[in-house]
């Protein structure tokens, strides 16, 4: 890692790897140190949690997420991170912090060491972009934002950084609806169109279905695409249930957080058949 990581110090800008989360009041599972070599901090305040420090756990525990293999650690943090997002929505924000480091804990992989960041200089402004390594936290004026491999972030002079952008809003499917469809390719199932709302200021918006029970085999892993436009249409899925989330992402505020999660159900349609009887046919 290189051996400066305040950059821009005239602007109080400094960039670290964000699998050294001190700041956010994590511990090593076994009490072990940190990664990073970072000592383990005091026992966090549950009663009394603000949310921006809900939030910055909730951000550094979804870049593991997204950082880490499709295995069955994985789907537990993920599920232990949506149950983090729900409780935040409710301004439940000590429950929130806990299921975040719950699944930052689960999850906790050896990290490289060394990461690149670029800092670019212009009349007042800071642009930082995250070329290689994992995922970096960016802080400015006491306000943080994690950045993952390709995004980047500019802080203005003097400022703190930009709020992000607010979660998109889900049009279609409706919640918990039911798709009757005919197979589209063997035994599976299409097309579906997700539909959101358009977020002000994002460029992109990353999507994510995850299967909940399918019939008749082992649930496919969770299908994600980023798109420029405000909807999606889904490859083939087997029959089953789904739930489904949409992050709005802005070169200047970067990552919203997830909507409000929503589901819904594949189902075949049935075949009508027709039988020719002596006297005519028959359904």
């Known amino acids: 890692m290189k051996a400066a990581l305040w950059l821009s110090a005239w602007m109080g800008l400094s960039v670290v790897p964000s699998t050294a989360p001190t700041s956010v009041g994590r511990e090593s599972p076994e009490g072990a140190p940190l990664p990073g070599g970072a000592s383990a901090p005091g026992p966090r305040k549950a009663p009394g949690t603000e949310p921006q420090t809900a939030l910055k756990a909730l951000e550094m525990s979804r870049a593991a997420v997204k950082a880490a293999p499709e295995d069955a650690r994985r789907l537990e943090a993920e599920a232990?991170?949506?149950?983090?997002?729900?409780?935040?929505?409710?301004?439940?924000y000590a429950d929130?912090?806990?299921k975040?480091?719950?699944?930052?804990?689960?999850?906790?992989?050896?990290?490289?060491?060394?990461?690149t960041?670029?800092?670019?200089?212009?009349?007042?402004?800071?642009?930082?972009?995250?070329?290689?390594?994992?995922?970096?936290?960016?802080?400015?004026?006491?306000a943080t934002r994690v950045l993952a491999k390709g995004e980047s972030v500019r802080v203005?002079?003097?400022?703190?950084?930009?709020?992000?952008?607010?979660?998109?809003?889900l049009a279609q499917p409706a919640d918990k609806v039911r798709l009757t469809?005919?197979?589209?390719?063997?035994?599976?199932?299409?097309?579906?169109?997700?539909?959101?709302?358009?977020?002000?200021?994002?460029?992109?918006y990353e999507v994510e279905v995850v299967a909940e029970g399918v019939e008749g085999g082992v649930a496919p892993a969770p299908v994600r695409s980023v798109v420029a436009?405000?909807?999606w249409t889904l490859p083939p899925l087997p029959a089953g249930r789904y739930r489904w989330t949409v992050t709005a992402v802005s070169p200047e505020q970067g990552r919203s957080l997830?909507?409000?999660?929503?589901?819904?159900?594949?189902?075949?349609?049935?075949?009508?058949?027709n039988v020719k009887v002596k006297n005519g046919w028959q359904k």
Do not use: I, M, Y
Request: glycine content about 6%.
């Open 156 to 169: 203005q002079q003097g400022t703190v950084l930009p709020e992000p952008p607010g979660a998109p809003q």
């Open 100 to 115: 975040a480091d719950e699944a930052w804990a689960l999850l906790n992989p050896p990290q490289p060491s060394n990461f």
């Open 258 to 273: 997830p909507s409000q999660t929503r589901r819904f159900e594949l189902a075949a349609e049935s075949l009508e058949l």
């Open 229 to 231: 436009a405000r909807q």
């Open 117 to 142: 960041v670029e800092v670019d200089h212009d009349a007042g402004t800071t642009t930082v972009t995250h070329r290689q390594g994992p995922p970096v936290t960016v802080e400015a004026q006491h």
């Open 96 to 98: 929130a912090l806990h």
């Open 181 to 204: 469809l005919k197979p589209a390719s063997g035994d599976l199932l299409g097309p579906v169109t997700l539909t959101w709302a358009s977020v002000t200021s994002a460029t992109r």
């Open 80 to 92: 232990r991170l949506k149950d983090a997002e729900t409780h935040f929505q409710a301004a439940r």
